[in-house]
């Protein structure tokens, strides 16, 4: 198990390139990679952070084929999607909907959805391998899977999912 250690970030800038670097702060050495700190921008995204029932405290709430009315504005939230590439799709330091057909792409990186809109599980889950992954990451756990998920989110017609070990990629169905 990692254990704690005193370090400083330390930001280095010039000629239009950025970088993020910890040192340990007895040794000098350096802890982990480089952040490229230009490459990467944030975005914006509406997203459920717990399912519609438990944030509307309504249990009547149906389905509704994905209808947007069936779920009120109060079951969403807007979160922040973190470490998008800036090549207006929801590609990232942790997430990539590539495997998606028909991706959604916004030039503000505002992927702000309800749940009848394609995009909306393509935001979901961007969201949520990225929260997961950061969190393990802050636990110090930097070697466990530290790496781009690639994800599809519309391969199935079904209400599944799968994860193919070979190819390391998350599919999810839209049934």
Known sequence: ??????????????????????????????????????????GTGRVFTVNAVVATQNNTLEDMNDSASAVPASAYATVTLQGLTGNTYLDGSYASSRKTSR?????????????????????MVYHWLDVSQRYIQ??????????????????????????????????????
Do not use: C, M
Request: hydrophobic content about 35%; overall charge neutral; charged content about 15%.
């Open 103 to 123: 991706r959604v792409s916004s030039a503000t990186h505002n992927f702000s959805y309800t749940r009848e809109a394609v995009g909306f599980s393509e935001v």
């Open 1 to 42: 198990q990692p254990s704690a250690r005193l370090a400083w970030v330390v930001y280095a800038t010039g000629s239009g390139a950025g970088w993020q670097v910890t040192v340990d702060a007895h040794s000098g050495e350096i802890a982990g990679a480089p952040i490229d700190i230009n490459r990467y921008v944030n």
């Open 138 to 175: 802050s636990l110090g756990f930097t070697n466990v899977n530290n790496r781009q998920t690639v994800y599809s989110v519309n391969k199935l017609k079904q209400d599944n999912a799968y994860y193919t070990p070979r190819s390391g990629e998350l599919s999810f169905g839209t049934g």
